[in-house]
C-alpha cells in the first residue's frame, strides 16, 4: 500500500461544514457509508450525486468530460461490487457498495420527496412506467413533474434549464443513460438559476428496474450483490463484454488505486 493510498483513506472531506467518510478510487472521492447515511447526508444540500458502475468507470481512460463531471460531483457512491471487491485487494481497506437502486429506495422513504421531485427519463415508455410506478405508491406525480431527455452526446439541454427554474424543485432525479447523465447532473448544476439549489441525483437504471422499464432486481438480488444477475439471464449476449469490462477495470484499479487514471486518445491504447 502506498503511503499516498494511506493519507487519502485517512482525509474525511466536508459536505455543508459536516463530516463525511470518503475513500478516494481513480481519483473519484467516494461516500463510504450505507444508503441511509448517504441520502441524510445529500438531503437538502444541493449539488449532484452519481453513482458509477463498472462500464461507466472505464470512459475515465478516453472521455475527458465523463471524468471532469466525477471528479466534481459532490457526492459518489460505488455501485459496483467488483470495484469494493477490487479495492479490498489492492489495499486492504473497505469501499461501502452502495447500488443506485438502495439509495433510490432510501430517498424514496423520505417524506419530503413525495412533492417537490422532478423526474429526468430517457424515453416516454419510461415516463409512463415511472409515472404509474410512483402513482401506485402514493407518490402525488403530475404529467408536468417528467421530462424526457434521449441519450445524445450533447448534454446542454436548455429547455430542461428552463422547465426546472420554473418549476424549482427541492430534487431532481435523472435515470437515464450512464456517462451522459452525470454531464447533464454537472451541466444543471453549474447553470440553473433556482431560489434553492436542488439536489441532483443521477441514478441511471436504478429507477428502470425498479418500474420494470428494465428487467426488474429484487431487493434480496441487490442486497445480496446480485442484481446483475437478472439482467444478464434476460440479456446473456452481456456476458463476453462483462468479462472484457471486469478485466479492464480490475488493471485500472491495481495499476492506478487513488489515482486518476491518464486520458488515453483511443480505446486501443487500453
Not at 127 to 133: I, P, T
Request: aromatic letters at 8%.
Amino acid at each position: 500500500m502506498s503511503v499516498l493510498d494511506q493519507k487519502v483513506s485517512l482525509v474525511d472531506r466536508t459536505l455543508g461544514g459536516s463530516e463525511v467518510p470518503r475513500e478516494q478510487v481513480l481519483g473519484i472521492s467516494f461516500f463510504n457509508g450505507t444508503a441511509r447515511e448517504v441520502v441524510q447526508h445529500f438531503k437538502n444540500r444541493g449539488g449532484y450525486l452519481v453513482a458509477p458502475a463498472a462500464p461507466a468507470l472505464l470512459k475515465l481512460y478516453h472521455d475527458e468530460e465523463y471524468r471532469r463531471a466525477l471528479q466534481e460531483a459532490d457526492l459518489a457512491i460505488a455501485d459496483s461490487k467488483l470495484l469494493v471487491v477490487v479495492w479490498k485487494i489492492a489495499t486492504g481497506r473497505r469501499l461501502r457498495k452502495i447500488s443506485g437502486i438502495s439509495y433510490l429506495r432510501c430517498f424514496l422513504e423520505q417524506p419530503d420527496c413525495q412533492t417537490g421531485t422532478f423526474w429526468v427519463v430517457a424515453s416516454e415508455s419510461a415516463k409512463q412506467r415511472a409515472f404509474q410506478w410512483l402513482g401506485n405508491r402514493g407518490f402525488p406525480v403530475e404529467d408536468q413533474d417528467f421530462y424526457v431527455a434521449p441519450h445524445r452526446e450533447k448534454v446542454e439541454d436548455y429547455a430542461l434549464l428552463l422547465e426546472i427554474e420554473k418549476r424549482q424543485p427541492h430534487d431532481i432525479v435523472i435515470a437515464t443513460a450512464a456517462g451522459a447523465q452525470e454531464k447533464l447532473g454537472l451541466y444543471l448544476r453549474d447553470y440553473l438559476h433556482c431560489e434553492r439549489r436542488p439536489s441532483i441525483h443521477c441514478i441511471g437504471a436504478a429507477l428502470g428496474f425498479l418500474t420494470g422499464d428494465q428487467p426488474s432486481i429484487s431487493e434480496w438480488a441487490d442486497k445480496h450483490d446480485v442484481g446483475w444477475l437478472p439482467r444478464l439471464l434476460s440479456q446473456p449476449r452481456l456476458l463476453l463484454p462483462r468479462i472484457g469490462i471486469a478485466l479492464a477495470l480490475v488493471g485500472m484499479i491495481l495499476k492506478y488505486r487513488s489515482q486518476l487514471p491518464p486520458l488515453r486518445r483511443r480505446w486501443t491504447e487500453l
